[in-house]
């Protein structure tokens, strides 16, 4: 399967944007999909994940109540809505394949898209 994120860009502090993760390919297994984000000079960190039915999903806590993730099966895709985005939410942004629901390690993630970048300005 491949993973390909987009919808990031500039937005001023206290805007939104919504991300997407359209996947390709053949149908993947794993238990649903995540995201991640990385700023520069930082390790990856998890943001969201979301299982395959769309009923079960964890959050970071430094995103929790402002990001929303969501999934459209019929079009393989899945979302991160982001509210009310900080100077620190500015990363670049993946999206993978969850192998170990309830983690928050990327090692238990996989299938990694390329990133889009995400700026919020102050």
């Known amino acids: 399967v491949q993973l390909q994120a987009s919808g990031g860009g500039l937005v001023q502090a206290g805007g939104s944007l919504r991300l997407s993760c359209a996947a390709s390919g053949r149908t993947f297994s794993g238990g649903g999909m995540g995201w991640f984000r990385q700023a520069p000079g930082k390790e990856r960190e998890f943001v969201a994940a979301i299982n395959r039915s769309g009923f079960r999903k964890y959050y970071a806590d430094s995103v929790q109540g402002r990001f929303t993730v969501s999934g459209d099966n019929a079009k393989d895709t899945v979302y991160l809505q982001m509210n009310s985005l900080k100077p620190e939410d500015t990363a670049v942004y993946y999206c993978?394949?969850?192998?170990?629901?309830?983690?928050?390690?990327?090692?238990?993630?996989?299938?990694w898209g390329q990133g889009t970048l995400v700026t919020v300005s102050s």
């Open positions: 993978a394949i969850v192998y170990r629901w309830g983690s928050r390690s990327a090692e238990d993630f996989g299938s």
